[in-house]
């Protein structure tokens, strides 16, 4: 087999054709019950979502989540397809990583002593940009926010040092690209209800209406 | 005017509209008759007393059909929404009254029928404590409906249940279900009248037809030598059966339908080349093979029409027309999509189009009907052997009925011979549960089919097997006194599950022999007449006898055994590798 050979098999142990990192931004209602219509989305294809937020947007009333999985660009185009169908979702959009910005929350616990003691771990901290949120007498912790690969190595450079504890936010994310959610809400919204609008008659025949 | 002023003349203004205080149960049967719903099919328990006690007074406004079984309440709205084109409603009680509903739903959700079911739920107080009959209906109900809502206080009753009709019937339709809690059942509220809804900012029922994509393909469909076209339910749902016609003659298309397509064009018209898929006709799964452009109207790609995918039409360029964006490229590849309501879209194609007529082309339909006839229609439809085949019944039907019943059919081998060979000339003449395969669907589905159009016969063709799934609800056609006829085609077997068992697992019939009680004796305890038939000399006075007959009748045809249905598509398989044998 030759190199192209190779590249166009089917055979996925050689490779996983085309999977990578897509960050999904929805919009949606403000509504019980969306965050379950969107997850089993995923769950029922078992796709792993790798890290789901959900905050409020630009726009009042309306929720915008940022879901990371790994997949390919086909199957993400079914998703998002799918999760636009649902009646409560306004919009939905997927990015590889180089379309978005995007920006990951860590935290790590410390103990003090590791840090009054050892100057090397002051370098350390200094040199990821970490910050202070905390200082107790057995523990201190420390912020840090950036893409994965920074949070992860400040991991490992801090686990010599007795890391107590670390957690990692879910990732929020801003399309490079959008001109903004405001215009497309606009145009959801200027499409008036017609002139359907039957007005129910019963309040004007309670008195048929009513047997009771 | 001062601020004060101001504020007088809007309390004034607020309390000279007309408002009524009364329950949200009350609220709910007067928004259901604005919505001129004529019958529900329901089920009273604990959690939904306040909405049936409020019913008792408008039992002579609206039709309330007792069930047995919250499954029947809710295929009985399936059957109802399937000829009426209607929404289907349904009530059920929390717990396990509303759990029972969840097959149908999911039915209702794959073969898109419109329905709103109403679950009654335990006080807002007691959710979340593990409270008698309580269970989290919206979570479970969740992925089987287009939408879904609790409401826990009376005054959002008619906003949403306004959301609710709008989304079952806009669009794609679909099955929606709104819980409400027994206090907002109770509760008083000032109830300003009700004013349906049309739109939802979050929600799109209509994609926007992109004109571009028509011409392209107009385009396409006028440089073929060999288009064919496919058809779904969406041609029905969209009331565009005239208008597909008026495509279909003007560009000289063959067609070829679904399983939910069928009725959609009458069986006898000149272009309507048969059904696609697993058990579909000969020609039409061969020819997708060898068609040029594939035109798919409303249909979508289903893997028993489709087979084996990566062999599926892969030599045509492909035109999907759907109303729903997610449809387009989710099974096969779409060379144009043409994005939107049938009933728009079809128009503005077939403008477009050329009138042409593909002789040499349908002759190939023709060609392979020989064979199939030769294969498969003598042999089910005439034939000579003693045991009785499906077939024969099926076409005694077609010529008692002249092609006008309206035919529900069940789940396995009898549906497959039903759809294959049932003649229709109207639209919303076939329902089945085509997505799903809900066996157990066929005779609650009848009893609602019958309200739907009562004007028409209604025919329950139904195996031994699904038969007793749902037998119980004999007791609704006893009670209600609807005319259906049932046919049992009994062949002591689970057939479809038997038919592969003898042909991919050796004839290990493992637990596909399955015993029925005495269905004549059955139908009598519940007050209907029946009879059994076996022999080839008394079908046709015997079904004709059932056709004839005041109200429900049932009859039991004993067929063969270890009949088969041909031609199929094995599992796998290719469409172009159908066997007839």
Known sequence: MNIDEIKNSNNSSFTTPGKQEYTITVYTENQIGILNRISIIFSRRKINIHNLNTSPSEVQGIHRFNIVIEETEEVLKKLVRQIEKQVDVLKAYYNTNDEIIWQEMALYKVPTEAIMEKAKVERLLHQFGARVVAIRKDYTVFETTGHREETDKLISALEPYGLIEFVRSARVAIIKESMGFHSKVKEFEQREPGSEVIENEYLDKQSEVFTM | ?581
């Not at chain 2, 002023?5 to 149960?25: F, P």
């Not at chain 2, 408008?58 to 499954?71: A, G, S």
């Not at chain 2, 999509?337 to 082309?361: A, N, Q």
């Open chain 2, 1 to 581: 005017m001062n601020t004060l002023e101001l504020e007088e003349e809007k309390k004034a203004k607020a309390t000279s509209k007309k408002t009524i205080n009364v329950s949200g149960s009350v609220a709910l049967l007067e928004i259901l008759m604005a919505e001129k719903v004529d019958t529900i099919f329901g089920y009273p328990g604990g959690a939904i007393m306040p909405i049936y006690d409020a019913l008792y007074d408008y039992n002579e406004k609206i039709n309330h059909i007792l069930v047995r079984h919250e499954q029947g309440s809710i295929h009985a709205a399936q059957g109802y929404a399937r000829t009426s084109g209607r929404v289907g409603v349904v009530f059920a009680t929390s717990g396990p009254g509303a759990t029972n509903l969840v097959t149908g739903l999911a039915d209702a959700m794959i073969d898109s029928t419109p329905l709103v079911c109403i679950t009654g739920q335990v006080f807002a107080h007691l959710l979340g404590t593990d409270a008698f009959q309580e269970t989290d209906v919206v979570n479970i109900t969740t992925p089987v409906t287009k939408w879904n809502y609790q409401i826990t206080d009376a005054t959002e009753i008619p906003s949403v249940l306004a959301k609710a009709f709008y989304i079952a019937k806009s669009g794609r339709p679909g099955p929606v279900l709104i819980d409400i809690t027994k206090n907002a059942q109770i509760q008083k509220f000032d109830f300003e009248g009700y004013t349906t809804c049309n739109h939802i900012r979050s929600y799109r029922p209509k994609p926007i037809v992109r004109e571009e994509y028509v011409v392209e393909a107009a385009r396409l469909i006028n440089e073929a030598k060999k288009p064919f076209v496919i058809f779904g339910q969406g041609v029905i749902l969209g009331s565009a059966e005239k208008e597909f016609q008026n495509f279909i003659e003007k560009g000289g298309l063959p067609a070829a339908w679904t399983i939910l397509g069928l009725s959609a064009l009458a069986t006898d018209h000149p272009l309507n080349v048969g059904m696609l898929g697993m058990h579909g006709n000969y020609g039409p799964n061969v020819l997708t093979n060898d068609c040029d452009v594939l035109i798919a109207v409303g249909m979508r790609f289903d893997d028993r029409v489709t087979g084996r995918l990566d062999k599926y039409a892969k030599q045509a360029k492909i035109i999907h027309l759907d109303i729903d964006p997610s449809e387009i490229d989710k099974n096969v590849k779409t060379t144009v999509p043409v994005w939107g309501d049938c009933k728009e879209t079809l128009p503005l194609l077939t403008k477009l189009i050329d009138k042409k007529s593909h002789e040499k082309w349908l002759q190939k339909f023709e060609e392979l009907k020989e064979r199939e006839t030769e294969a498969c229609f003598k042999k089910d439809l005439t034939p000579t052997s003693d045991a009785l085949s499906m077939g024969e019944v099926i076409n005694l039907l077609n010529e008692l009925t002249d092609g006008n019943a309206v035919i529900v059919s069940d789940v396995g081998q009898h549906q497959m011979v039903a759809c294959r060979y049932a003649k229709f000339k109207k639209s919303r003449s076939n329902v089945t549960s085509g997505g799903l395969g809900t066996m157990g669907f066929g005779l609650p589905a009848a009893i609602g089919a019958k309200f739907g159009a009562p004007e028409r016969t209604v025919i329950a063709v139904i195996g031994d097997g699904g038969f007793q799934m749902t037998l119980q609800e004999l007791g609704t056609i006893m009670q209600n006194n609807v005319d259906v006829k049932i046919v049992i085609l009994n062949n002591e077997f689970l057939g479809m599950v038997r038919q592969w068992q003898e042909l991919f697992n050796e004839r290990r019939y493992s637990f596909t022999d399955i015993q029925s009680p005495d269905f004549v004796a059955l139908a009598a305890s519940y007050h209907i007449n029946g009879k059994r038939v076996s022999k080839r000399d008394q079908l046709k006075s015997s079904l004709k006898e059932m056709l004839d007959s005041d109200g429900a009748h049932l009859l039991e045809v004993i067929v063969g055994k270890e009949h088969n249905v041909f031609p199929m598509v094995p599992q796998g398989c290719s469409v172009s590798e159908i066997r007839l044998s």
